[in-house]
């Protein structure tokens, strides 16, 4: 069983950075990791991966060259390091996942575990 609790979100302005921190509770090192995000009025989307050895990592296109995700299995924590923030980036901000695989990619289906999410929203 894994838990998961988001934490850094809050209100910026464009052009602000934000690192977005993710708590997991119970066996966290064998897990594929994700963030995703829920703009307001749209679907769910992929936002970036990480895999269990850190090896290999994969962005949204929106996210390339702004975000970088990252974990410290460690510190069971995983990362989103968001800079040059846009107002398109508001959303809520949920972290994912995987009991079963070392590397998930961007299927949301992939993840089995999610937080309850954290609000990012920001000013132009």
């Known amino acids: 069983q894994v838990q998961l609790e988001e934490s850094g979100g809050g209100l910026v302005q464009a052009g602000d950075n934000l690192r977005l921190s993710c708590a997991a509770s119970?066996?966290?090192?064998?897990?594929?990791m994700a963030w995703f995000r829920q703009p307001p009025g749209k679907e769910r989307e992929f936002v970036a991966a990480?895999?269990?050895?850190?090896?290999?990592?994969i962005y949204a296109d929106f996210a390339k060259g702004r975000f970088t995700i990252s974990r410290d299995n460690a510190k069971k924590t995983l990362y989103l390091q968001m800079n040059s923030l846009k107002p398109e980036d508001t959303a809520v901000y949920y972290c994912?996942?995987?009991?079963?695989?070392?590397?998930?990619?961007?299927?949301?289906?992939?993840?089995?575990?999610w937080g309850r999410g954290t609000q990012v929203t920001v000013s132009s």
């Open positions: 994912a996942a995987d009991s079963n695989r070392n590397w998930s990619g961007s299927y949301a289906t992939n993840y089995d575990y």
């Open positions: 119970g066996s966290f090192s064998s897990k594929a």
């Open positions: 990480i895999s269990f050895s850190s090896s290999m990592r």
